[in-house]
């Protein structure tokens, strides 16, 4: 089990940044996966950006080239850098982690981004 805290959401204007944290209950280094899911009003949670414990990195289309998924593994959190946000990021982000492949999903409770126009 591992529990799972977001912090960092807040209202930004488009072309701002932001850098969520998600900070985990135990250690990350050896969990298969970690990532990034945000889900805006009316519509389904969708992927923004995954990390596996081997490095490799799977971005949205609609992100790629403005976020980047980070992890450290001495903090045990995992962050997501918010690059030239537009009003479409807007969202709750939740964080993600997956011990194996074919493991569960666990999440945390999540964090409000706002970017206006």
């Known amino acids: 089990q591992v529990q799972l805290v977001e912090s960092g959401g807040a209202s930004v204007q488009a072309g701002g940044s932001l850098r969520l944290s998600c900070a985990a209950s135990?250690?990350?280094?050896?969990?298969?996966?970690m990532g990034w899911y945000r889900q805006a009003p009316g519509k389904q949670r969708e992927l923004v950006a995954t990390?596996?414990?081997?490095?490799?990195?799977i971005y949205a289309d609609s992100v790629k080239g403005r976020f980047t998924i980070s992890r450290d593994n001495a903090k045990n959190t995992v962050y997501l850098q918010m690059n030239s946000l537009k009003p479409e990021d807007t969202a709750v982000y939740y964080c993600?982690?997956?011990?194996?492949?074919?493991?569960?999903?666990?999440w945390g409770q999540g964090t409000q981004v706002t970017v206006s126009s």
């Open positions: 993600n982690a997956q011990f194996a492949p074919s493991a569960g999903d666990h």
């Open positions: 135990r250690i990350i280094f050896n969990i298969y996966r």
């Open positions: 990390l596996t414990g081997g490095g490799t990195t």
